[in-house]
């Protein structure tokens, strides 16, 4: 199904491009579409969605749908090219400044929280009602972590390629506590790690907690780190650890070629250096097969796996889990001595729903939903910003990374968005020196709404009013 209203929307695509339905004009309606094409007329409709996604239908209330010009073709961010020392993390205040406006009724454009319309919400429900039926079984401490929850993680990645037991698997209070959790088992307070830049704030705040320093290395905004400036940093740096998003990364939304997970697991593991693989988004492929992770190439058991459920079925549920490896009894005891365990009901609302096969069917639909969010964001944007603006075109996951035109200030945007009420995140965020002062991450993960789609044009204004007062840049 997903595969034919894809092809009827590529069709439909050809005739709008080669002018034979122009600028302005309504389609015909769908149900004489779906005569004309030998389709059913949800196959139309999701054709339709699809376009508007593309930018090149526009849905009118009550009248069809009518062709639009598509926005004009925006490139991809550029990479960084400038070399990078270790440097201490400092505070992200401003990370939680964001995360206390969310509280507030803005459009929220900033933090990448999937829209509770995105989220199976009644089947979690129900599992969380069955898992609250166990008695006895929900009242223990869960450590390392519920039976019928490791079990389910432990078949998941073997369908990926990662051969593991239950007993390989620790459970964790999402992702950020494992992440957490691995730096503190393979390094000591003041190691150099490196990291990927632009880097998820989240990531950055693991290694403010445990006391490193942190070198950035520049990310292609496709493939994801340079293998190069890696290479560079393991010469030049005695690098503890290396933290790496390889499928869909935050917030690039780049995806490492296998071929490149490949080089990246042999490069660290001839060079004695822990990858720590943060793959929170890998669920969240907009087409083709779910991506494998790198710990899929790692035959030395040097890849300390990470992700959560967080991006897929809820953030609230905060469940996590790690692969350790070798670095398991460390991880358990960092882990036994912050929270002794992670909450019984939530491992097994999750387990179940796992077993019932609910999760797959659940990711066939979001996996599209984001698909046209982003496609959908970015369409807007480049109709809205200022001519020389660059923009990503993820893979997966639901962010997009907006690079704006030199003299622009992303922090300036963000607090003139802030007093209007919506909420983006500036670039500043995502590294520890100021090279991305001319950015913004946007979050895709919303349902399109004349809520949405007003403020991305009024970010458009407010960016194209900053043009014409460009900040003065502080010296380097």
Known sequence: MGVLYNQVADQLQGLIVEGVYREGERLPGVRVLSRQLGVSVSTVLQAHQTLEARGYLQARERSGYFVRRPARDVPEPAMPSHRSRPLPVTARDMTLELCADEERRMVPLAT??????????????????????????????????????????????????????????????????????ALRAVTEPGDIVAVETPSFPGILQALEVVGLRVIEIPTHPSEGLSLEGLALALEQWPLKACVVVCNHSNPMGARMPDARKRELVSMLAAANVPLIEDDIYGDLNHTGERPRPAKAFDRTDNVIYCS?????????????????????????????????????????????????????????????????????????????????????????????WVQLPDGVSGTELYQRARAENINVAPGRMFSTTNKFENCLRLNGGNPWTPVVESAVQRLGMMAHELQES???????
């Not at 549920?317 to 670095?327: C, E, T, V, Y």
């Open 112 to 181: 990448a929280v999937p829209h509770p319309d995105y989220l199976p919400v009644r089947q979690i429900q129900q599992s969380t009602l069955w898992a609250a039926r166990r008695g006895l079984e929900t009242l223990d401490y869960a450590f390392p972590g519920k039976a019928s929850f490791r079990r389910q993680i432990a078949q998941r990645m073997a369908t990926l390629g990662v051969v593991i037991t239950p007993d390989d698997v620790l459970a964790t209070n999402g992702a950020q506590e494992a992440i957490i959790i």
């Open 308 to 400: 959560s459920f967080s991006k897929t079925l809820s953030p609230g549920l905060r469940l996590g889990w790690m692969i350790p490896g070798r670095h398991m009894a460390s991880a358990r005891q960092h882990k036994y001595f912050v929270n002794l365990a992670t909450s019984s009901i939530p491992q097994l609302a999750v387990a179940h729903f796992l077993e019932q096969g609910g999760y797959d069917r659940y990711l066939r639909a979001a996996r599209q939903h984001y698909r046209e969010s982003t496609e959908r964001l970015r369409s807007a944007v480049a109709r809205a910003f200022p001519e020389g603006t660059a923009v990503s075109r993820p893979q997966g996951g639901f962010v997009l």
């Open 470 to 476: 460009p900040f003065k840049r502080s010296p380097s």
